[in-house]
Each structure stands twice: as structure tokens, then as C-alpha cells.
Nanobody, 121 residues
Framework: QVQLVESGGGLVQPGGSLRLSCAAS????????MAWHRQAPGNQRELVAS?????????NYADSVKGRFTISRDNAKNTVYLQMDSLKPEDTAVYYC?????????????WGQGTQVTVSS
């Protein structure tokens, strides 16, 4: 079964930066799109950023993180990243890596275990 392992979370002060990594146990070409989601206490899980694996790596971002977060991929390392700059307390959440697989007309979603990001002074 596919394994997605997130890393890079931690405690950071407002205005600081973190880089999250999501390492897949197989080639990321197995997936159509990979994404980062986050979930804060009392909130539903929300999409933060996504990137397609082919077609030039088209990206999308939630309005709340545009201009501050950057999603990228390294196909050779089977890894996607989320560079987070100018962090705010409201960015505090558990961040999850997601990968969507398509086989013909069938889709499946895979999730990592999550990594905690806490932004506090």
C-alpha cells in the first residue's frame, strides 16, 4: 500500500518559515495530483495547496495562503514540498499530505499521518 510520510512541522514564531515535506513510497507519477490540507481544532479539513504531477505542475492555493506558501515537487525524490513563509497564528494546524490516484475511470485518495505546525510567540 502507498505510504505518505510528512515531516518538517514544528513550533515557529509569527513571521517565521517552515518547509514541509511529503515523501511517497512509490513514484509520484502514480498520482494525478498531490496536495496539502490542514485541520485546526474545531475546524474541518481544508485544502491549502495542490500541484499536478504532469502538465508542467499546475498549482492552486487557498486564498488565505496565496503569496506566502509555495508548493513544489521533486519527481526524482518522489517528494512534494510546502514552503511556508510569513507564518501567522491562524496557520496553526495539523498539515496532511494527500495524493490522488487515477486508474482509468477510478480514483482513490491516500493520506499521510499529518505533521503539526504551531505558530505562536
Amino acid at each position: 500500500q502507498v505510504q505518505l510520510v510528512e515531516s518538517g512541522g514544528g513550533l515557529v514564531q509569527p513571521g517565521g518559515s517552515l518547509r514541509l515535506s511529503c515523501a511517497a513510497s512509490e513514484s509520484i507519477f502514480s498520482f494525478v495530483v498531490m496536495a496539502w490540507h490542514r485541520q485546526a481544532p474545531g475546524n474541518q479539513r481544508e485544502l491549502v495547496a495542490s500541484i499536478t504531477i504532469i502538465n508542467g505542475g499546475s498549482t492552486n492555493y487557498a486564498d488565505s495562503v496565496k503569496g506566502r506558501f509555495t508548493i513544489s515537487r521533486d519527481n526524482a525524490k518522489n517528494t512534494v514540498y510546502l514552503q511556508m513563509d510569513s507564518l501567522k497564528p491562524e496557520d496553526t494546524a495539523v498539515y496532511y499530505c494527500n495524493a490522488k490516484r487515477r486508474v482509468l475511470a477510478y480514483y482513490s485518495d491516500h493520506w499521510g499521518q499529518g505533521t503539526q505546525v504551531t505558530v505562536s510567540s
